[in-house]
């Protein structure tokens, strides 16, 4: 596994990670393109190394050498397929959210507020 | 066999596909919706015959190898589940159905082919023989949830459902770091394979994976401390989407952890799982004391029961396996039936509050002993099916001489009473307040049968108590013993 990758996946996933722990939602969309990315190069990094690409030669299998794992990538393709519909699907939702309140913050927690207030009351 | 999978798996999504095409003529939508969702039903029981006599089968997608295929296997852990969780989805279209004639109740074009969607995605959860194939079932179910949730648009929803979206996301990214790490480490993502090279991982990188998965698990599954975005989210949505969350998405997080976890042989994490089961229990009956909205108090049961079946996967012995599907199957129906009987409420008095609803009992006998029967169920008093679960989890713990857990586990059910009985006092004794009832649309025939039916249901689960203890333990000792499994899936 080469370390431009490591480094790549790690950088890709604390500015995620950042990113998510935002209040407003177009960040947080952010933040998990990031951390899709991050997840989607750690799953081709678990391949092994690089190679040529999968196609059987026409010597046959049992003939191929030096070619890259192909498993990994047909999940990485399942992965980023759903991501990218799930980036939408929350865009929406930011968008929805803005027409309803004005901004896109993620909302406080019911039990938090509840208890911030019950707080509040007694002191 | 292949064409009973195949028709459970594809049934559902098929109907779904048609209803949505068929949205403008409400009867052909809601025919082709039952349709797909009867089908899948009567195939997941085949399925349960067939398997509880011939063994586990396994469908080779496609005629791959466990290397390089999909693989579908049918155990008797899965073709027990199965069914339970069809069935419930069926029950609840029918309700929902019902309750469409009303004014209130989800959006009918989209609440029914999704609820199909999240059907086909349940069905291939569980019989999924390949870690990579559960992610992308736990996507499927996963985003028509986030549909159903939030598809009314209401600024409550949209509120508590990004708190939902962006919960789930995570673990689901998790998840694919998981994969990710599993390849790396092994070379497969297939669960038979696995079983196989997981154990000879140096101790490290095998605990971490049981760990990082229970994370992953345990986040879709409520468990203490990452419960908090269940209470929020659910009970926002209409009821019916709320009764099938409740009784099926927790639930998948908990079967996914029983899957992995005993068949990866993580015995390790045991004591961890146990102190968290203990903590999600009292936790959770706690939470639902301090509450005062039906559906909000059957919101925190829920995470409270959930500690139930991972102290009975926590004790990893056959016992408490078998306890753990025991309640599995138990809690899924009598959940379901809790959160109808809240919609059935709703629909009577126009509030689940319970500060503003009352009498009940004198007035619709029906719903309150709807009511009584599943609550007393979630109580665990006997002879209702809750005590079975109960029973069999609690005497696995006795067996492993675990006190604390056994307090813990006792304490949650008196818990859980006392606010099963918050909400009898509130809701169906004291004074009606006539003032709400005007505005409240009623109930339908179809709404009270396809609650009653469900009762009955949850009912046959305690009359045939012994078969289904005969059935989880059998199911319990080929998860414990995988080497069944692993010669099926890899001959």
Do not use: C
């Amino acid at each position: 596994m080469s370390v431009a990758l490591i480094l790549a996946v790690g950088g890709l996933t604390s500015a995620g990670i950042y990113l998510i722990t935002a209040r407003s939602l177009s960040r947080i969309i952010l933040g998990f393109s990031l951390l899709g990315h991050a997840a989607v190069l750690a799953l081709v990094a678990s391949g092994g190394p690089a190679g040529e690409a999968p196609i059987a030669p026409a010597e046959g299998i049992a003939k191929a050498e030096g070619i890259a794992n192909p498993l990994p990538q047909a999940l990485s393709l399942t992965a980023i397929v759903i991501s990218f519909g799930l980036t939408l699907f929350l865009l929406a939702l930011a968008a929805r959210q803005r027409t309803l309140t004005g901004d896109d913050l993620v909302e406080d927690d019911l039990e938090d507020r509840r208890i911030a207030t019950a707080g509040g009351e007694s002191t | 066999m292949n064409a009973l999978v195949a028709i459970t798996i594809v049934g559902p999504i098929i109907g779904a596909t048609l209803g949505l095409i068929a949205r403008d003529h409400p009867r052909r939508r809601d025919l082709a919706t039952l349709l797909g969702l009867a089908a899948a039903t009567l195939s997941a029981f085949a399925i349960l015959v067939n398997v509880a006599n011939n063994g586990t089968s396994v469908i080779r997608a496609g005629g791959w190898g466990p290397e390089l295929g999909i693989v579908l296997v049918a155990d008797l852990f899965a073709a027990l589940v199965l069914p339970v969780a069809v069935t419930i989805i069926f029950v609840v279209e029918l309700f929902a159905i019902g309750q469409r004639r009303t004014a209130w109740g989800a959006n009918p074009e989209l609440a029914g082919p999704l609820l199909g969607v999240l059907t086909s995605g349940v069905a291939l959860a569980m019989l999924t023989g390949d870690l990579f194939t559960l992610f992308v079932a736990f996507e499927l179910i996963l985003v028509s949830s986030y549909v159903l949730l939030t598809h009314q648009g209401q600024k409550a929803q949209i509120g508590s459902g990004m708190t939902y979206v962006v919960m789930n996301l995570f673990s689901s990214t998790l998840f694919l770091f998981g994969l990710a790490f599993v390849y790396a480490a092994t070379g497969t993502v297939n669960m038979a394979l696995l079983a196989e090279r997981i154990p000879e991982l140096s101790n490290g990188v095998r605990i971490g994976i049981g760990a990082w998965f229970f994370v992953v698990f345990g986040t879709k599954a409520a468990v203490f401390p990452l419960f908090s975005w269940l209470p929020d989210s659910y009970p926002t949505a209409p009821t019916t989407i709320t009764a099938v969350f409740a009784g099926l998405l927790t639930k998948i997080g908990i079967y996914a952890m029983i899957r992995f976890h005993t068949l990866m042989g993580m015995d390790e994490l045991g004591s961890v799982m146990l102190i968290l089961a203990g903590v999600t229990m009292i936790v959770g009956a706690l939470g639902a004391l301090a509450q005062s909205d039906v559906k909000r108090i059957l919101s925190f049961h829920i995470i409270s029961q959930i500690g139930y079946m991972l102290m009975g996967l926590g004790l990893f012995s056959v016992a408490g396996t078998t306890g753990a599907i025991l309640f599995l199957v138990h809690h899924m129906p009598v959940k379901t039936v809790l959160f109808l009987v809240g919609g059935l409420i709703e629909n009577d008095r126009g509030t689940s509050r319970l500060e503003r609803s009352g009498g009940l009992a004198s007035r619709r006998p029906l719903i309150a002993a709807l009511f009584a029967v599943p609550a007393l169920s979630l109580a665990g008093v006997p002879p209702f099916s809750g005590f079975v679960a109960k029973f069999a989890v609690v005497s696995a713990g006795i067996e492993a001489a675990n006190t604390p857990i056994v307090i813990a586990a006792l304490v949650g059910g008196v818990l859980t009473l006392l606010s099963m009985t918050k909400i009898w006092l509130a809701v169906f004794w004291g004074k009606p307040d006539d003032e709400l009832a005007e505005a409240a649309p009623g109930n339908r025939p179809l709404m009270l049968s396809a609650t009653a039916l469900a009762v009955a249901g949850t009912l046959l689960i305690s009359l045939f108590a012994g078969t289904l203890f005969d059935l989880s333990n059998r199911a319990a000792v080929d998860l414990r013993s995988d080497t069944a499994y692993i010669a099926e899936v890899t001959s």
